[in-house]
């Protein structure tokens, strides 16, 4: 049985004793990997960069990322090590299609992962590069379409990476992630992972959002990972605690 499908107890709590039983997929986005084991039940984590900085928690895999052209000097060594520490899956660029991240056109994007991160198939199950939910041309699931087109058949990803921002009505989310999973299964990925999503709204709509949406991530057969964003002060944390939100992602209500 795949980690992915595997059932854990996830140990956060929020009002004293909740528990709630759940597929194996809840991640930690992190930049200081001291605060990782507060997201209690993670069995991922990742920090947008080649290296874990430090000690995760026993049982969380760390995910490197090749988050785009800057990290390509450093990325072979990083990896192999990554590789021989135990991860297991590889990371592709940090939203592409988004001017302000990596900023890669489908076709750079495709030749540089058959450069990088294709002749590591084998040794980790790969990741495609992580999309936007933006909406146009070269943007979000359109950017991913041209990129499959680029690859040809060639990148070799076993797993689709999305992104979600808004504050909208969950159907919206429901709607964007059933798009990326038909996506992924057309060509022939094994899963979704939505590697950055937020609910963009106040402390008690990301909260509604969180107790509608992690339901139905768990039970959605076509998503292999989340994580929500972030484990740092003003998301998850609070003064280097679960804040409210933070608690809403690792408990039940």
């Given at each position: 049985?795949?980690?992915?499908?595997?059932?854990?107890?996830?140990?956060?709590?929020?009002?004293?004793s909740?528990?709630r039983?759940?597929?194996?997929?809840?991640?930690?986005?992190?930049?200081?990997?001291?605060?990782?084991?507060?997201?209690?039940?993670?069995?991922?984590?990742?920090?947008?960069n080649?290296?874990?900085?430090?000690?995760?928690?026993?049982?969380?895999e760390?995910?490197?990322?090749?988050?785009?052209?800057?990290?390509?000097?450093?990325?072979?060594?990083?990896?192999?090590?990554?590789?021989?520490?135990g991860?297991?899956?590889?990371?592709?660029?940090?939203?592409?299609?988004?001017?302000?991240?990596?900023?890669?056109?489908?076709?750079?994007?495709?030749?540089?992962?058959?450069?990088?991160?294709?002749?590591?198939?084998?040794?980790?199950?790969?990741?495609?590069?992580?999309?936007?939910?933006?909406?146009?041309?070269?943007?979000?699931?359109?950017w991913?379409?041209?990129?499959?087109?680029?690859?040809?058949?060639?990148?070799?990803?076993?797993?689709?990476?999305?992104?979600?921002?808004?504050?909208?009505?969950?159907?919206?989310?429901?709607?964007?992630?059933?798009?990326?999973?038909?996506?992924?299964?057309?060509?022939?990925?094994?899963?979704?992972?939505?590697?950055?999503?937020?609910?963009?709204?106040?402390t008690?709509?990301?909260?509604?959002?969180?107790?509608?949406?992690?339901?139905?991530?768990?039970?959605?057969?076509?998503?292999?990972?989340?994580?929500?964003?972030?484990?740092?002060?003003?998301?998850l944390?609070?003064?280097?605690?679960?804040?409210?939100?933070?608690?809403?992602?690792?408990?039940?209500?």
């Amino acid at each position: 049985m795949s980690a992915d499908v595997r059932f854990a107890k996830r140990l956060g709590k929020r009002g004293g004793s909740h528990l709630r039983e759940v597929h194996d997929k809840i991640g930690a986005a992190y930049n200081d990997v001291s605060l990782v084991s507060l997201v209690s039940g993670a069995s991922w984590a990742y920090n947008w960069n080649l290296e874990s900085g430090g000690s995760l928690p026993s049982g969380v895999e760390y995910c490197p990322m090749l988050w785009g052209p800057k990290m390509y000097n450093d990325w072979n060594s990083a990896v192999s090590t990554a590789l021989s520490s135990g991860s297991n899956y590889i990371l592709g660029f940090n939203e592409p299609d988004n001017a302000g991240q990596a900023n890669m056109s489908p076709e750079q994007a495709a030749t540089d992962y058959q450069t990088y991160i294709t002749p590591l198939a084998g040794k980790a199950k790969l990741v495609t590069p992580a999309i936007t939910n933006g909406a146009g041309t070269n943007v979000g699931l359109d950017w991913m379409k041209n990129w499959l087109a680029a690859c040809n058949g060639a990148c070799k990803p076993d797993v689709m990476a999305v992104h979600y921002y808004a504050n909208a009505d969950i159907s919206y989310f429901k709607d964007f992630i059933n798009s990326a999973t038909t996506l992924a299964a057309d060509n022939g990925m094994e899963s979704v992972w939505i590697t950055e999503f937020q609910n963009t709204g106040s402390t008690d709509e990301q909260v509604a959002f969180l107790k509608e949406a992690l339901p139905w991530l768990d039970a959605n057969t076509a998503v292999g990972r989340y994580a929500y964003f972030y484990t740092a002060d003003g998301y998850l944390l609070t003064d280097g605690l679960l804040s409210t939100v933070g608690q809403a992602y690792v408990s039940t209500s």
